[in-house]
């Protein structure tokens, strides 16, 4: 059964409306947030005036209307939920991060020469006063032409607005993922096939440092692409120094880190063969194994690793977690 009416988060038409399938709560196909669901207790409180979570509403029209090129529906099933997405980093929390938001919006909607239509989320602005003054503040700096008027807002970008945008990085809207990984046919397999697929259908790019030759260059290089990445994969298997001076560089950047390993490269006792040798000279007809201990640093083994048999394994559940812990890449 299907009810059509008004979107709570954005006022905007909705395509279609039904029960929620995972949880207590309703799932909605909304012409301008695109799809999400969301718990049923939630949704009440962000639309009861008199509730703390209704400040929220602006947040989560904005978040979901960034993300509006995304292939999976967004969640919103319990309290972590929420928190997670008012506390990503995309979220803008100055007015001047509002006012980058709300120019890109309005620079990704439409060339030079046409009007887009403006909504309150493109600038997770909170009422009508808000975005006006906004869009009245662009103008004011010949970002855009303001085309705003009883019938509603609309803008178009200038040249001057798209060199602004061209010059300020905003790190927060990052859409980059920096991988920090054992260089071997393993792994250049598991990166193509598990982990790029995993982090491009959330929304993320992932970029790795191809090359063994650590010299100064190559550091400057990966430190500039963890300062600018949103956050990191850092796949333990083959226990490499250079996973674990990124994977430590990034923490201490702040940056949030998802740590991967191939089950039989997790703290395992694997026997090895190797060649025997007498006087120097290898006996083809002796191989013998000796044991080997693979395992993951002791400062690292408490962290929450995701163990990954095949890369089937890896790229469902590094989906998941990025899913769950990351949340979706904006435009
Ligand atoms: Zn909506």
Redesign the pocket.
Known sequence: MSIYGT?N??N?DLIYSQAAEKFFGNF?N?S??KKYAIEVNIENAIMDPRDDIAKYRSIL?GY?LERRDRKNPISIRNQDDLDRIINDPSVPKTITEKKNKLLKYISLSGNIGEIVEVPFAAAYAENDSELMALIKDLEKKSYIKNYSDDGGYGAEITVEGIEYLESSSNINDSKNCFVAMWFSDLMESAFNNSIYPACGENGYLAQKINDTHFNGDIMEKIHSQINKCRFVIADLTGYRGGVYYEAGYARGLGKEVIFTCKEDWYNKLVLEEVDTYKNKKKVNSEKRFVEELREVHFDLSHMNTIMWVDELDLKKKLFERIQLTIGVGVK
Request: some cysteine.
């Open positions: 979107c988060l954005c905007s909605y909304c301008q947030c029209a979901l």
